[in-house]
Each structure stands twice: as structure tokens, then as C-alpha cells.
């Protein structure tokens, strides 16, 4: 079970499970929840192809780094805008912000 | 006995990702998510990685899903935070990322993947900083200055209006 297969098929579940919830889900914290699935999926490749691809250096683990760095940046960020929206339109479904619809 | 192992974290890692995507209460979405999270960091320590582990436990677990709980709590009442859902883009949207795990499985299974000598499994703290500190000096600027700004702009919109 330990090979480079099953995490990178564990990965592409989480990926595809992350696309679903981006584009069912309508409330901006909950497509915020499926974009880091995503984000955590992509990492996940990163560390699995530095274990397993015979690198002996660590550079996949710093790509993950950098990953996690800018998930948190784009959450910090994405949630303000979705605080805003509420105090602004009293929702927050991504659906109704449209007063800039032609 | 790690076999066991790697089949339980994968298993609860899948099936709280499940969890986050279906529930159709924002709080249980949160809290399967804190699952997912915790078991991606046990997957990160199958595969060697100590300090991606604790960053992933530390940054995600202790910043990103607070953050989350937070924006949950503060744009929905507690009794009604259901979600609604439309059924026909679901529909769609459940055939579009189908295909695309179809088309991902079929790449992993159909390609020969370079697969090198193993990895030992050794502390990686030293490696990663001076990795950071030499060969990814820019992007590890480049990365404060994002912080920086992610910073400066959540403050600016976040803030009271004033006239």
C-alpha cells in the first residue's frame, strides 16, 4: 500500500471532491473549504513525488511550504471579502452578489 | 501494522473530505474538514515529512480552519446555517468532476512514473532552512511580502467605514 500510486490516488480524490464541492457549494465559506482540499491534495503530490521520484534533495517539501503559506494568505484574505459581502449584502451566497450584472 | 495504519488515515482522510463537501450544515463541513486536515498530516508523516507534518498541524489546524469557524459564525445565524443547494448544477457539477477522476486516475495508472531509490527517513528541519535560505531565497521574499500584503489588504477590508 506504501507506493507513490496510492497517494497520488488519494490525492486525486480529494482533488476531484474539492472541484465538486468549489462548484455546487453557494455560501463563499464553503467554496473557501473547497479550495483548500484542493490546495492540501496538490501538496500531497509535492511531498509523495519527493519521497518516491529518487531525489535527494528536499524541494517538494519546500514547494509544500510555500503551498501552505499562500492557503493561509488566501484565506486571511478571502474571508474578509466574505465578511465584507455580509455586512454589505447580508449574504453570502456568491450567487447573489450580482448588482453588477448588466 | 503501518499497513493498518495508512488504510485508516486514508480512509478517514476520504470520507471527511466526502463529509465536507455533502453536509449540508457549514459547522459539520468545518469540523469533517479539521479531520481531513489532521489526516493529510498523517499521510505527510508516512511519507517522511516531520516538519511539513507539524506546519500542516500548526498552519492549517490552528490558523486557516479558525479562520474558517470564524467567517462560519460570523455570517449565519446559528439556527439557520443550512445551506441551499440547487439540484441541476449539482447534477453537472457531479458529472464534470467525475470526468476529471476519470481522467486523473487514468493518467496515474497509465503512466510509468520515474520512481528512484527510496527516500531514507531522516530529520528534514535542517535541509528544508538551509533549502530556504539558499536555492529559495527570492521566493521565500517574494512569499513575506505576500503575507505582508495579504495582511494589509484583509485589515483594509475588514475595516469600519468611516463616512
Sequence with gaps: ?102 | MSEVFFILIAAITIASAIWVVFSSNLIYSAVALLFTLFGVAGLYVFLYADFIAATQVVVYVGGILVLIIFGVMLTNKIADNRISHSSRPRFMAGVISFFIFVLVMTVIFTTTWHTGEEQIATATVNTIGEMILTTYLLPFEVASLVLLAALMGSALLSRKKHG
Design chain 1, 1 to 102: 500500500m506504501d507506493n507513490l500510486t496510492s497517494y497520488l490516488v488519494i490525492s486525486g480524490i480529494l482533488f476531484s471532491l474539492g472541484i465538486f464541492g468549489v462548484m455546487t457549494r453557494r455560501n463563499g465559506v464553503a467554496i473557501l473549504m473547497g479550495i483548500e482540499l484542493i490546495l492540501n491534495s496538490a501538496s500531497l503530490n509535492f511531498v509523495a513525488f519527493n519521497r518516491f521520484g529518487g531525489m535527494h534533495r528536499l524541494d517538494g517539501h519546500v514547494f509544500s511550504i510555500f503551498i501552505i503559506v499562500l492557503a493561509a494568505a488566501e484565506a486571511a484574505v478571502a474571508l474578509a471579502i466574505i465578511i465584507n459581502l455580509f455586512k454589505n449584502l447580508e449574504t453570502v451566497n456568491v450567487d447573489q452578489a450580482d448588482s453588477m450584472k448588466g
